[in-house]
Each structure stands twice: as C-alpha cells, then as structure tokens.
C-alpha cells in the first residue's frame, strides 16, 4: 500500500508511541567499567587523554568501586600498572601483583561485583609487547606459559572473569587448561578474540604506560582490512573453551560484531575503546556535539550491531543519565 494509508510518521507521534515501537534499548545492566589501578596510597591522578578516568590506588579505587555499584553497573575490568617492569613482565603473574591485591580488596568489599581481570604482558613488560620478546621478534609458545599463569594468579585472587587480550594463538586453550587443571572450572574466559590493531587505541596506551618500545602490534593483532579472519579466530576460540567473544575496537566494526552475531551463538562483547571515548570527549568539550545524545546513539549502535556486553569509559556517564531520566 501506498501514501496515504500507510504514515509511518503515526508511530514517532509522541515519546510514549515511540517508547512501543523501540527495538534497542540501552541499559546500565550492559556495561563494564575498565578502571586502571596502581601501587600507592591516596592515588587518583586523571589521565589527560581520558577526561573523567583516573589511575587509582587501591584506596581510591574502593572509592570508585562504591559508586559503580550505587550506579548500578554490574563488572569492572582491571588494567595493572606494575611497580616495576622487566623482560618477561613478572608482575603480571605475581600474586602480589598490583591487578591481584586490588581483586582481593575488591572482592573482600564488593563481592557481587563481576571483577573482570585483563590478562597480557605489554603493561609490565619493559619492551611494551604482550608476550616474550627474542632478537626483535615476539614469540607465540613461550608467551603461552606465561599468560597461563597470569590467568591463574588473577583466578586464585578470586576473578570471576579473565579476558586475555595478547592475541596470541592457543592463548585460550592454555588458560582454559590452567584453570581447570587448578580446579578454576568455573572462571570464565572473556576472549578479546577479533581485536585489530587500530589506531584507537593511544588513550590507552597513555593510561597504562604501554606503548611498544620498539615496532608495533601488527604481527598478532589483526589486520583492519580484514573480516574472513575474524571469523576463523572465532571458531578458534570457541574451540578452544573461550566463553564470551570479544570485538575491539567497536565503531569502526560494526560490520564485524554483525557478522559475527548472524553466525555464532556466543555471547559478544564490544569494547568501545579509549580512543573512540577520548574523541567523543573532545568535541563535547569544545562545544561541538550534544555529548549525551551522541553517546547514546553511539551504545545504541554498538548494542543494535548485536553486543550483548559493553565495555566503555561512558558507562558512569550513561549510568547516571538513565537513572535521572
């Protein structure tokens, strides 16, 4: 049927028509926070290319912790700063590593809090790269031992969750192996399983102090160009005992969070990255964009693109909003 009888306009009449007829919702429930914590006592020191994030002590970050869980916001994710840094970045696998005391701490005061435990090298590595590093090249195998013990540190401190974010292969399959052979059956592995390497990212870097000392990240993290080989790494991961698949960054692969959605029935998440926060941020600053509405349609897309979970620096922001109406 044609004009007139059909005005699609008789649904976008008022706020409670369209409140019906609305398909994607965004809800506090879908977020996780990432929070950056480091040694020290009374640490909260914003991090400039993240206006409103902040590098926190374990004191200030019990702080920080309260109020997610007042908002609402139902996990976090942890990014170490270590105290120190070497070759094989053993603070990473230390269990008195910075990321280990603060999921004890959190734990002990929030204890249905989901703590999220970001598991790779490059922060502590004093080379920057997320796994052994041998004259100039970054070696797969011997980074798997390593990651494996990272995860098992993380889940012996009590993570509900760890999320390997190297991009090595087998990386999963060696977790998986460590936690169960440890009796960690029931700590889940969040795979950042399609994660390219985007220039999204700098904020972050930043942030952790992670910057590659030498060359870059493009020989493990994938290809921007590419969509077949995320699918491959996907069912990768789904074999190897990966629960929740992680796509990173999110705007600028809708299309892969899409695809991948159609064609496995995993639960997905999408991390909307720093750099993808940080240029939002900007423009709000200077006036030049409504920051609410932007970023609201900007989770919006991400959700409707088919992520179940979210994990973005905007989650206190949208918290907040959707709890004042």
Same mark, same amino acid.
């Given at each position: 049927?044609?004009?007139?009888?059909?005005? %699609?306009?008789?649904?976008?009449?008022?706020?409670?028509?369209?409140?019906?007829?609305?398909?994607?919702? /965004?809800?506090?429930?879908?977020?996780?926070?990432?929070?950056?914590?480091?040694?020290?006592?009374?640490?909260?020191?914003?991090?400039?290319?993240? %206006?409103?994030?902040?590098?926190?002590?374990?004191?200030?970050?019990?702080?920080?912790?309260?109020?997610?869980?007042?908002?609402?916001?139902?996990?976090?994710?942890?990014?170490?700063?270590?105290?120190?840094?070497?070759?094989?970045?053993?603070?990473?696998?230390?269990?008195?590593?910075?990321?280990?005391?603060?999921?004890?701490?959190?734990?002990?005061?929030?204890?249905?809090?989901?703590?999220?435990?970001? /598991?790779?090298?490059?922060?502590?590595?004093?080379?920057?790269?997320?796994?052994?590093?041998?004259?100039?090249?970054?070696?797969?195998?011997?980074?798997?031992?390593?990651?494996?013990?990272?995860?098992?540190?993380?889940?012996?401190?009590?993570?509900?969750?760890?999320?390997?974010?190297?991009?090595?292969?087998?990386?999963?399959?060696?977790?998986?192996?460590?936690?169960?052979?440890?009796?960690?059956?029931?700590?889940?592995?969040?795979?950042?399983?399609?994660?390219?390497?985007?220039?999204?990212?700098?904020?972050?870097?930043?942030?952790?102090?992670?910057?590659?000392?030498?060359?870059?990240?493009?020989?493990?993290?994938?290809?921007? %160009?590419?969509?077949?080989?995320?699918?491959?790494?996907?069912?990768?991961?789904?074999?190897?005992?990966?629960?929740?698949?992680?796509?990173? %960054?999110?705007?600028?692969?809708?299309?892969?969070?899409?695809?991948?959605?159609?064609?496995?029935?995993?639960?997905?998440?999408?991390?909307?990255?720093?750099?993808?926060?940080?240029?939002?941020?900007?423009?709000?600053?200077?006036?030049?964009?409504?920051?609410?509405?932007?970023?609201?349609?900007?989770?919006?897309?991400?959700?409707?693109?088919?992520?179940?979970?979210?994990?973005?620096?905007?989650?206190?922001?949208?918290?907040?909003?959707?709890?004042?109406?």
């Amino acid at each position: 049927m044609a004009f007139p009888t059909q005005r %699609p306009r008789r649904l976008r009449a008022n706020e409670k028509i369209r409140c019906l007829v609305q398909k994607t919702t /965004v809800e506090v429930g879908d977020f996780v926070y990432p929070l950056f914590v480091a040694h020290g006592r009374g640490l909260k020191k914003p991090i400039e290319s993240l %206006p409103g994030v902040y590098n926190l002590s374990i004191d200030t970050l019990l702080e920080e912790a309260a109020e997610i869980v007042e908002l609402g916001i139902p996990g976090v994710i942890l990014f170490g700063l270590p105290a120190y840094k070497d070759e094989m970045g053993s603070e990473a696998y230390d269990d008195e590593g910075i990321v280990q005391q603060a999921v004890r701490v959190l734990k002990q005061h929030f204890p249905d809090l989901l703590v999220i435990t970001d /598991v790779c090298l490059c922060e502590y590595t004093s080379h920057g790269h997320c796994g052994v590093v041998e004259e100039g090249r970054i070696l797969n195998d011997p980074t798997l031992e390593l990651l494996a013990r990272t995860a098992l540190s993380h889940a012996r401190a009590g993570a509900d969750i760890v999320a390997p974010s190297d991009m090595m292969d087998g990386r999963v399959a060696a977790i998986r192996q460590a936690l169960d052979d440890a009796g960690f059956q029931d700590v889940a592995i969040m795979s950042y399983t399609v994660k390219y390497a985007s220039a999204f990212y700098g904020p972050f870097r930043e942030a952790a102090d992670s910057v590659p000392k030498f060359g870059d990240r493009r020989s493990y993290q994938m290809d921007p %160009p590419n969509a077949r080989e995320a699918f491959r790494e996907v069912i990768l991961d789904i074999e190897e005992g990966a629960d929740i698949i992680m796509i990173k %960054p999110a705007l600028a692969y809708l299309d892969i969070i899409r695809q991948v959605r159609e064609r496995f029935p995993y639960p997905i998440a999408a991390y909307n990255v720093s750099g993808e926060y940080a240029t939002v941020k900007a423009a709000a600053l200077r006036g030049w964009i409504d920051e609410r509405r932007v970023v609201l349609e900007i989770l919006t897309g991400i959700k409707r693109a088919g992520a179940d979970i979210i994990l973005t620096y905007h989650a206190k922001d949208v918290a907040r909003w959707l709890r004042d109406g």
